[in-house]
């Protein structure tokens, strides 16, 4: 029982340090932004490699170049949509400067974090139906329930927040959906890498939660659609 407790307590304490760190890089100003998500991309792209070793000891190069479209690409499409460089040209000097504007990058993350809340706790009271064999224990009663509810939760803080309330409704409501369903498809590729590679965690830098990839599976295979959304529909 002791050593629950300390793991739980352990669990507990890495999470709320990974949630401050998480705020702080998207909130404080865009050179966080960049440095968080530049580290989070370093991190993916090492623990990557590793499980491409594990599958392919022999032949892992050959695979290398999929962490670029995985990984890299992805990461740079969500500083993109929070940075935007500004280039002053009047004036004795020309003055570059850096605008951050966290709304769209933090939209994927929570509707993300609230996609994985809510599909567990659905899925804990109503889930029977098993979703996939690569994660035995998502349901369907909580995948489906867990994207309603943030859609739902994410149209209601874009309705409520000031600076989301310059985009119309139905562009977050897409937004969520899209985040919640492409969300839930990079964490079953994620599971999948690591059932080939025999691996439980992609990694160890967060104890009791896995690594790098563990944590931004899902990120990195919905921000490309949502950036996809954004840029040819929503401010075509």
Known sequence: MAINVATLK?????ALIFVLVMFAGLFINGYTFSALFIIVMLGCLYEFVKLM????PSGYGYYLPLGLLYIVLPILM???LGL?????????TPDNDVFYQPLFPCAIIFSIWINDTMAYIVGSFIGKTPFSPI???????GTIGG???????IGLLGSLIPPA???PLKHWLVIAATAAVFGTLGDLLESKLKRVAGVKDSGTFMPGHGGFL????SLLIATPFVWAYIHFVMIR
């Open 10 to 14: 352990t669990r507990s304490l890495t």
């Open 53 to 56: 070793k594990k599958i392919s």
């Open 78 to 80: 969500l500083l993109e």
């Open 84 to 92: 935007e460089m500004k280039i002053e040209t009047a004036g004795p």
């Open 135 to 141: 994660s035995p224990k998502k349901t369907w009663e």
């Open 147 to 153: 994207a309603i509810l943030c859609v739902a939760l």
């Open 165 to 167: 309330k310059s985009v």
């Open 214 to 217: 563990d944590r931004f599976d």
